[in-house]
């Protein structure tokens, strides 16, 4: 077997972008989409222990409540965006407090609520570690979608006036 043929195993199969198949284009985008997704999280939980030593599902968290101002999120609608159970949700947020990644503080005006914001060592952290996780996103996806299904990705977005008709 030639270096050529060893790397083409080594290559997540790509589902196929276009053809005679049975599913629409839709269907056949987010399968593209799934692959390409499932190829990302794996390369992403080895280079995410490494870099930042937190568990993929952990930097999910750290990822989210960076995009958010820094008061942070109640818990419930962290739950609510990545899709977690809640009880899930606090054993999670309970490491990353304990490896000083966020805060929790209680809600004004509400017992039961708790609010979950970045601390600044994660803050930190991230802006460390963001090109390299970056690059491993797109190397990951460069390899698992080529230009078939990039093309293909357009079925998922369709053209706003594609919509009115």
């Given at each position: 077997m030639?270096?050529?043929d060893a790397s083409a195993t080594d290559q997540p199969a790509r589902p196929?972008?276009?053809g005679e198949g049975l599913l629409p284009d839709e269907l056949?985008?987010?399968m593209v989409l799934l692959a390409a997704t499932g190829?990302?999280?794996q390369r992403l939980r080895s280079a995410v222990k490494e870099t930042l030593d937190v568990s993929h599902d952990e930097f999910l968290i750290l990822c989210l409540l960076a995009e958010q101002p820094r008061t942070g999120l109640r818990m419930t609608r962290v739950a609510d965006l990545l899709g977690r159970p809640k009880t899930r949700l606090t054993y999670q947020i309970a490491c990353l407090q304990r490896a000083g990644l966020v805060t929790r503080t209680s809600v004004?005006?509400?017992k039961r609520g708790v609010q979950v914001a970045l601390t600044e060592k994660a803050r930190?952290?991230?802006r460390?570690?963001?090109a390299r996780l970056a690059g491993t996103v797109r190397r990951a996806l460069a390899d698992s979608m080529g230009p078939e299904q990039r093309a293909a990705m357009g079925a998922l977005v369709p053209d706003p006036d594609d919509e009115a008709r």
């Open positions: 030639s270096a050529s196929l972008a276009g056949r985008a987010w190829t990302v999280e004004c005006g509400d930190e952290l991230l460390a570690a963001s």
